[in-house]
């Protein structure tokens, strides 16, 4: 029973970090984009 209690406390946790790190792999692409895209204006 404890180790449920456990994984229930961490899994609020888990949760955070998968979704921030999805995001962040989300906005990698577009931030590439903008920067090459202000590299081609600039040139």
Known sequence: M???GVSLAL???VVVLLV???????TLPFRAL???RRGAAKA
Not at 20 to 26: A, D, V
């Open 11 to 13: 899994l609020p946790i």
């Open 2 to 4: 404890r180790v449920i």
């Open 34 to 36: 903008l920067a090459l």
């Open 20 to 26: 921030s790190s999805i995001l962040r792999g989300l």
